[in-house]
């Protein structure tokens, strides 16, 4: 097909295509796109990273409005080269780029592009991030008198007995397995109505896994179980304010972390729900758990991932070093 510029946007011409409603067509690509993430963090994320990129567009259209399929190598090259002279941070912009890819890629999918229609206009150079000596990740590892904190603010969070003891059991699913927090919506009641064996989930992009819990997590959540009943359904539930406990709806992702930071504040401990998962990582690698175990626990596909939620510090390293024997007598 003959590419036509127009402006930023190139729209390609000719063909069935010319004939069908293109905003029809971007809402069609938008929806499948979003709906083959993995999770609802995931589509949140590129949703807000696609209206990044839709500022980098003159007139700013709405992000479900813009014709991906006739951007052409010219409009994504221009968007990008845009998107480079913010001052958004390079993880953010990588991000954009990612989501704009991503968008196009499902323009394949649908048989709105060609392959290498795709290949071409995606034939940029992508933003580095790079963290320079000395650099601080992202979040942090809680100590022991926090984690202690937290149980205890779960216990002043609900105005019923239910909610409460539901709130410990939440504190001790990411305390005790280190799961996201969609993952403690999602995971179910067992049907042997056995806690205490590994317990199937299904993750982030859809991964199965099993999560065990320590027995001390076992106690705290049979107690929310014994309120809760033993139908089957969403292991946690959502507590009405009257306290009736919603057996087979769905704990949403948004309430959960609502949740969380009532107990953080009633704690008195500043952390992001995240961190217990990074807390959980770094406990079971100080331990000697072997990484690719640890990957597997959490659901990371690549170990370099889970490496990347390491946050023992630099004291670690310190003890690493004085496990090393002298070589020599004296």
């Known amino acids: ?9 190139v729209v390609e011409s000719g063909g069935a295509l010319a004939a069908l409603d293109t905003k029809a067509i971007a809402q069609r690509v938008l929806v499948a796109y979003l709906a083959s993430l993995g999770s609802d963090s995931s589509r949140t994320s590129t949703r807000s990273a696609l209206k990044t990129v839709c500022k980098a567009i003159p007139g700013e259209p709405a992000f479900d409005a813009v014709p991906w399929h006739q951007l052409g190598r010219a409009g994504v090259m221009a968007i990008v080269a845009r998107l480079q002279e913010t001052h958004l941070a390079p993880a953010t912009k990588l991000r954009c780029e990612a989501a704009l890819v991503g968008v196009l890629r499902e323009c394949v999918r649908g048989g709105y592009l060609s392959d290498a229609d795709f290949s071409r206009w995606t034939d940029f150079r992508r933003t580095k991030v790079s963290r320079p000596e000395g650099h601080q990740a992202a979040g942090r590892r809680l100590g022991q008198k926090e984690l202690a904190a937290l149980f ?28 996201r927090r969609e993952e403690c ?20 992009g859809k991964k199965e896994r099993f999560i065990a819990l320590p027995s001390w997590a076992v106690e705290v959540v049979e107690k ?60 079971q690698l100080a331990r000697g758990t072997d990484l690719v175990l640890v990957s597997r626990m959490v659901g990371h596909s690549n170990p370099r991932t889970t490496a990347g939620y390491d946050r023992r510090g630099l004291a670690a390293l310190s003890t690493a070093a004085e496990s090393v024997p002298a070589p020599f007598a004296g």
């Open 1 to 9: 097909m003959a590419e036509q510029e127009t402006g930023l946007a």
């Open 152 to 179: 205890d603010g779960a216990g002043m969070v609900g105005n019923s007995e239910a909610a409460i003891t539901r709130n410990r059991a939440l504190v001790a699913l990411l305390v005790g397995c280190g799961m």
């Open 185 to 204: 919506g999602k995971l179910q009641y067992p049907t042997s109505g056995v806690l205490s064996e590994p317990l199937p989930l299904t993750g982030k």
């Open 224 to 283: 929310w179980v014994a309120l809760r009943g033993r139908a089957p359904g969403p292991l946690l539930a959502p507590v009405s304010r009257h306290g009736h406990i919603q057996v087979g709806r769905v704990w949403s992702p948004t309430a959960i972390a609502l949740t969380w930071n009532e107990i953080a504040a009633r704690a008195e401990v500043d952390a992001a729900l995240h961190d217990l998962r990074r807390t959980w990582i770094s406990d």
